[in-house]
């Protein structure tokens, strides 16, 4: 199966919330690698490598009433996976 990447800005109440974990034990539990990271402008940028099936069940996630604080939009690209990433952290 092959691997895609996806880059998403995730804009909202997504700060001083306990998003970017939530979003690493969320993303550990699909067997994805990567990082969530808080950008200067108030959104979170979250990296997420692995099998389709599993990086569209976190995208998902990152929509639902289950992701913490209060999101706005998931703006989310998808690539060819890099293999950059050992496992999932936060930044």
């Given at each position: 199966m092959s691997q895609v990447r996806l880059t998403a800005i995730v804009t909202g109440r997504v700060q001083g919330v306990?998003?970017?974990y939530s979003t690493m034990h969320q993303a550990r539990s699909l067997?994805?690698?990567g990082e969530a990271a808080n950008q200067s402008d108030g959104s979170v940028?979250?990296?997420a490598e692995g099998d389709r099936?599993?990086?569209d069940s976190l995208v998902e996630w990152l929509q639902s009433r289950d992701?913490?604080?209060r999101v706005k939009n998931v703006d989310a690209t998808f690539?060819?996976?890099t293999g950059e990433f050992s496992g999932f952290w936060v930044d």
């Open positions: 306990g998003f970017r067997g994805l690698s940028q979250v990296i099936e599993s990086v992701a913490p604080g690539t060819p996976a």
